[in-house]
């Protein structure tokens, strides 16, 4: 349908294949041909799965949903970058016109000791949510809000949260991180809180839970090299992480926990 | 008329006062009660995630279950356009009254009364209490929230954010969930899926779930159940649902016992990208709210190959401006999708596959590029300096569906207009449930896409969020207070049960059923096969002689499955393909209840167009003498069902011909 011109490309893929969490994997080589460059890279791994059924062999287990690229579930480390060469996308919304006939991709299991691998590229990221139940909240019960009009909120400062909330929570900023940090992931989330006025109450409380977590999750610490911005498939910004320190640090000299 | 099987529960009163009343006088359980009340939660989308995150905060014991690997996950996050609420922030004339009005014509005199005034009502309390949980919703520069118009509506009254509304909504809903799960109240099991229901003497009480990454099979028990597992759109194989959408949990339950209503009420939406090849896994959704900047047009000559972009305007037909001149481009969704399918069934589609027609931003942005040159007083801006002005406003409305767009056609729709058809989108059927929103299984009910309750035959963009919070934040906390407040005396019932011992060994035999078949054919070959006859003959258009063939071809495949499915794998570890073999298994049995549903309802109404019943104009023609009724069809067994009647009485809104003229 793209006016792009469709074509179709060989290709030769090194794929991880791992088990299970208590055996180890390798990269595994496949061959796939006739793929058109309309597809999406997940489409290109259907192809390959239904070839892999016909064989008689096991099909490559991955993690996907909507396929729309905003439900945060698909994580294929390609050709060493996270969702792959393009930027901006998720794995789901990288379509196979990025790569050229003859191409050689490998393709890994998002890496971190955060993220343990269940069985081939699919990995374990519960350990954000667990992030969020210790702090990313507004403690409000359902049925004791006021008219929502009542808290007037600059545009400026509404759009700010909304850019650090577009955060998917799809994991490649730790994957794209050398040290393996949760910090452009965790600094998303007290960004929107201590942006708008419902979250400040908390504040304080919430960046000291939300990082001590973090730290017990086994993630990383930031060295400010950005791989995490660049490869953010929702361009969440490194100006997050500077806001988190500073609500850190504010935070750890004056918080009294009574 | 209605079956006697069949109670709606609707309170007395009137209208206005049913649910004040209602919510005033239902039973409830006091604190120290609630502490030993468990509910299994299934689903932890908008409606599930809201209503655990809520009963949890009662006092409730909530278990919740998500097959995918966060309850972030959840489909909820991919809704797009907006949620509407009757504020009246805009001064424009809007009222509990007229949502309620607009969503029962909307839904083409098929929902009940009762429920969606209720609806109304909660409306404007969902967006105070998201609003208080952070969520960004759009704002105004005075600081107040912003508003846009949705199809099927003459005020505005969608509250938005971007185009990725689902997902703040759902987040907030999703905090307000793990802050419960931090402190104890929720305990949460993702990559679990339901298999079955357990039922002991009539009444739900736990569930047996499977442990996606090792297989096993668990035991849960609950003094009451709730299903908010979305809907069955992917029984289509290609739809805008997410991959792992299903009708599984629902189905259990309905060979439960739990009735299922109004199956055929599909909805095709107009505006989504068109299918591109046979690889394609899904379809992609362009926001309704699209059609509040986008105008619809195909060429006025059929088979016109020119670009779009040199067809000059009086050699354009802008068909939904000119059959609907009143609502324009913002008909309600099952009209626009027809109207796509008549021009391109007429020859005038357009793109390679003439299945598509054109969505075009040019004039708005124009429009909105004078506004801008305005404001900025620039005096005689250049045609160039206008649209990129122009680009600017319709790339902050709008800017992630644009880029969407491009990622997956590469084209660009600032400078080409978008080439869009109708797909699947969201189901109106599912479970029946009277107005607590319990099925027909005392104990288990259903909230959000998974009922059938509120959007008739036809649901109004933007009241999906709408209903599925509603359901869980401010219905069911209360309503379930009915059934609960009599089972404070039910202790927790051992797991070895024989109910739950019998359910669990039913469950592991279908799985060693599906294991042993080693066929020759793989789960998305069948998946495959069952979408094609369900879009071919029971999609947007369809007759008594096509649905007829399309119930014994599934009934074929069925059997063509039970002996030639290839599942590859072990059943005791994290295996996709098993997990996708049993829920096509369930969509190959509901694609056969869709049909039967559809050829039993001689008429045509919102989403469900039976091409014998129609206007001259090819407008949809009901027959409210003969099926102004909710269809609620009981299993007997796989393949026979029995059709229960609940009639569908309208005392406060005069039924009508629906226009849009």
């Not at chain 1, 990383?220 to 950005?226: A, H, R």
Request: aromatic share 8%; net charge neutral; with cysteine.
């Amino acid at each position: 349908m793209s006016g792009s011109g469709e074509k179709t490309l060989n290709l030769t893929l090194k794929v991880w294949r791992q088990k299970n969490g208590n055996t180890k994997g390798n990269l595994e080589t496949h061959k796939v041909s006739g793929i058109s460059t309309d597809m999406s890279f997940l489409e290109m791994f259907d192809v390959l799965n239904e070839k892999l059924i016909n064989e008689g062999k096991e099909p490559i287990a991955f993690d996907h949903d909507c396929r729309e690229g905003i439900c945060g579930m698909c994580s294929m480390y390609i050709n060493g970058r996270p969702h792959g060469p393009k930027q901006g996308v998720t794995t789901c919304q990288l379509h196979m016109r990025s790569f050229k006939d003859g191409d050689t991709i490998t393709v890994e299991p998002w890496r971190s000791v955060a993220f343990p691998v269940i069985k081939d590229l699919a990995v374990d990221r519960s350990a954000f949510d667990r992030i969020i139940a210790s702090g990313g909240f507004v403690s409000v019960n359902t049925g004791n809000a006021k008219d929502a009009n009542n808290i007037l909120i600059p545009k400026d400062d509404a759009d700010d949260a909304f850019n650090a909330a577009a955060c998917i929570g799809c994991g490649a900023c730790v994957a794209a991180c050398k040290n393996g940090s949760a910090m452009l992931f965790v600094s998303a989330k007290v960004s929107q809180l201590a942006l708008l006025p419902q979250g400040l109450p908390e504040a304080k409380s919430r960046v000291l839970n939300m990082v001590g977590q973090m730290d017990e999750e086994g993630f990383g610490n930031c060295t400010n090299t950005g791989a995490c911005e660049a490869e953010c498939p929702k361009g969440i910004s490194l100006e997050n992480i500077a806001r988190m320190n500073r609500e850190y640090l504010k935070s750890s000299l004056t918080y009294v926990k009574k | 008329m209605s079956s006697s099987k069949l109670d709606a529960k609707i309170p007395e009163g009137t209208l206005e006062q049913k649910w004040t009343k209602y919510r005033s006088t239902v039973h409830l359980v006091n604190p120290a009660n609630k502490r030993s009340l468990e509910v299994i939660i299934v689903g932890s989308g908008l409606a599930g995630a809201s209503a655990a995150a809520s009963l949890a905060e009662m006092g409730y014991k909530v278990k919740v279950f998500c097959f995918q690997d966060s309850p972030r996950r959840a489909h909820s996050i991919a809704a797009q356009g907006g949620i509407n609420a009757a504020k009246n922030y805009q001064n424009d004339g809007d009222s509990v009254y007229r949502l309620f009005y607009d969503t029962i014509k909307g839904g083409d005199y098929r929902a009940r009364e009762a429920n969606v005034h209720r609806l109304s009502e909660v409306s404007g309390n969902i967006i105070d209490q998201c609003v208080a949980q952070g969520v960004p919703f759009a704002r105004e520069y005075g600081g107040l929230l912003s508003n846009r118009s949705f199809g099927g509506t003459q005020v505005q009254r969608t509250f938005y954010a971007a185009g990725q509304t689902g997902q703040q909504l759902l987040l907030g809903a999703y905090s307000a969930l793990q802050r419960q799960v931090g402190m104890g109240a929720v305990k949460l099991y993702a990559r679990h899926e339901m298999l079955d229901v357990v039922v002991i003497d009539g009444k739900a009480r736990g569930i047996i779930a499977r442990d996606l990454i090792s297989g096993k099979l668990e035991r849960h028990f609950g003094h009451a159940v709730l299903l908010a597992t979305g809907g069955y759109g992917n029984v289509f194989y290609l739809s805008t649902n997410a991959m792992g959408s299903n009708v599984t949990a629902a189905w259990k339950a309905h060979k439960k016992g739990a009735f299922f209503g109004n199956p055929c009420y599909t909805q095709i939406h107009p505006t989504c990208i068109p299918v591109s090849g046979d690889h394609q896994s899904k379809l992609t959704l362009m926001s309704e709210s699209l059609r509040n900047d986008g105008r619809i047009w195909v060429p006025k000559k059929a088979g016109d190959n020119r670009k779009p972009t040199d067809i000059p305007e009086d050699e354009r037909d802008y068909y939904l401006e000119r059959r609907y001149p009143a609502f324009g481009n913002l008909v309600p969704r099952d009209v626009a999708s027809r109207a796509a399918k008549e021009r391109c069934d007429a020859g005038f589609g357009v793109g390679s596959s003439k299945l598509a027609v054109y969505l075009d931003f040019g004039a708005n942005m124009m429009r909105y590029g004078q506004i801008e040159a305005n404001k900025q007083s620039l005096h005689n801006p250049s045609q160039e300096k206008i649209r990129e002005l122009g680009r600017d406003v319709v790339k902050e409305k709008y800017g992630n569906l644009f880029d969407m767009y491009k990622q997956i056609t590469g084209e660009d729709p600032y400078e080409v207009p978008m080439r869009i058809y109708p797909a699947v989108h969201y189901t109106m059927g599912g479970l029946w449930v009277d107005y607590n929103l319990m099925t027909t299984v005392p104990g288990m009910y259903a909230l959000g896409e998974a009922n059938f309750s509120d959007h008739g035959a036809n649901r109004l963009g933007a009241s999906a969020l709408m209903q599925g919070l509603a359901d869980g934040y401010f219905v069911i906390p209360y309503t379930i207070g009915d059934y609960l407040s009599e089972e404070i005396r039910t202790k927790a019932i051992p797991l070895d049960h024989e109910a739950f011992v019998k359910a669990e060994a039913d469950v592991q035999e279908r799985i060693n059923k599906l294991m042993n078949i080693k066929g020759t054919k793989s789960v998305d070959h069948f998946h495959k096969a069952l979408g094609k006859i369900m879009w071919d003959k029971c999609g947007m258009a369809r007759n008594a002689e096509g649905l007829k063939s399309a119930i014994s071809e599934i009934q074929k495949l069925r059997e063509e499955f039970w002996k030639d499915v290839r599942v590859p794998g072990e059943a005791n570890e994290f295996n996709l393909e098993l997990e996708k073999a049993g829920r096509v298994a369930d969509f190959i049995e509901l694609g056969e209840l869709m049909c039967k549903d559809a050829l039993n309802r001689n008429e045509s109404c919102g989403g469900h167009f039976r091409e014998e019943y129609q206007t001259e104009e090819g407008e949809a023609m009901r027959d409210d003498d003969n099926y102004a009724y909710v269809a609620a069809w009981e299993m007997k067994e796989v393949g026979n069902w029995e059709l229960h009647k609940e009639e569908l009485k309208y005392e406060n809104i005069k039924i009508a011909q629906r226009s849009y003229k």
